[in-house]
């Protein structure tokens, strides 16, 4: 995925005439029009269902399950949900998916409340539309993938209309605002902490922590990693890229201003 976006600004520089990155910071530093242009560069439009399966896996079987009975012995009827960078919708729809079959079961009368954010509005119509590839539902169980999904004569696989309800689309970039939480799962992957540099990605990371409820995961991408110097957050599943909150450790919701606007790179180009 990252090497998507490199060749993409690759193309980026040939096109413009630029020998280089340092060349092409001081492009943005003189045109801020550009500034645009490298956010289109930087978001990535193809993911799939149930992507890492292993880690929907770990959610499903053992994390998850716990979260909710606390959340249920603390009187909570909603299981709350956000898709950080949700692009064309994969993710949040499998969260849906995952709450219908592999755990609403259990949990009779608990609601999914399910936000799905993204700084692409074109993306987030595709979303909406809720159709698909059928290779972006390889990792899926197959049997969820049957009871939820119909293919169209045009061979897209579409989402039965009670599931496109669940989530709540809208468009958020994270280095400007975040929704207020608390949530008990937050899916932030292959984006802030692939693209940004790491002064926002330290900014984000604070941010995502305070919206987290006591003992809720914040998920990350599978080659991803964290900044350094961590606080609030504790390995949940070894070492896959789940984390959660300490049921000790309690957010300050809203207490922040906004992230202001980044007066520079706010990525790490390549060299």
Known sequence: MRGQVCKRLGRRLKGLGLPDAAAYRARLEAAPAEWEVLDSLCRVTISRFY????????????LLPAVLRDARGRGEDVFRVWSAGCASGEEPYTVAVLFRFGLAPAFPG?????????????????????????GTLRELPPEWAAKVF??????????ASELRA????????????????PFHLVLCRNVAFTYFAPPLQREVLARL???????????????????????????????????????????????????????????????
């Open 51 to 62: 992507r890492d399966h292993r880690v929907f896996d770990v959610l499903r079987e053992e």
């Open 110 to 134: 608990l609601k999914l409340e399910l936000l799905a954010t993204d700084a692409d509005e074109a993306l987030l119509e595709r979303a909406r539309r809720g159709c698909y590839p059928p």
């Open 150 to 159: 119909t293919r169209t004569e045009e061979g897209e696989q579409c989402l």
């Open 166 to 181: 669940e989530p709540t689309f809208q468009r958020q970039d994270l280095r400007a605002e975040l929704p207020p939480g």
């Open 209 to 271: 922590v305070e919206r987290l409820a006591p003992g809720g995961l914040l998920v990350i991408g599978a080659h991803e990693s964290l900044p350094e110097d961590v606080s609030g957050l504790e390995r949940a599943a070894g070492p896959l890229p789940i984390f959660r909150k300490p049921p000790g450790h309690h957010p300050h919701e809203g207490t922040r201003k906004p992230l202001p606007s980044p007066p520079s790179v706010p990525f790490d180009l390549p060299e």
